[in-house]
């Protein structure tokens, strides 16, 4: 299964609705910012749609709810533990996995998890571009 099959069966499962509201709240929260970003590439002559302005941003910025971010990370360590764990017949190094985890596996995560929230925006773009000009 490909990753964007696997972001497509959690999306349509419903295990993506926390990033839904996330994003939401994100977009909501930084509208005068996308909208400015937006308005300073128009000035510059390259004019885009709010819907790529949006994607443009949230790469640029790259997290839309950092605490929720941080706790799904640590939840991946900790399966991670549980894991070696089983593996070694004792409980491990606690740092020592942390450690390498975040060495091998903490950049593939975080760009995972930026493409399952620009997934998530294309699948109702629409919507959350209707909250720029929502007041």
């Avoid at 390259?46 to 706790?71: C, D, M």
């Avoid at 020592?96 to 773009?125: G, K, L, N, S």
């Amino acid at each position: 299964m490909s990753e964007l099959d696997e972001i497509r069966q959690k999306y349509d499962s419903g295990r993506l609705d926390a990033i839904k509201v996330d994003l939401e709240r994100f977009i909501i929260a930084h509208r005068s910012r996308i909208l400015e970003y937006r308005t300073r590439h128009d000035r510059e002559g390259v004019r885009f749609p709010e819907e790529v302005a949006v994607k443009f941003y949230l790469l640029r910025h790259r997290t839309i709810n950092s605490q929720r971010e941080i706790g799904d990370q640590l939840e991946e360590i900790r399966k991670e533990k549980w894991i070696r764990g089983v593996q070694a017949g004792r409980p491990p190094d606690e740092q020592e996995v942390a450690m390498e985890w975040a060495r091998r596996y903490a950049a593939v995560w975080r760009e995972h998890r930026v493409t399952t929230i620009v997934y998530v925006f294309d699948q109702e773009h629409e919507r959350y571009c209707r909250l720029l000009t929502t007041p």
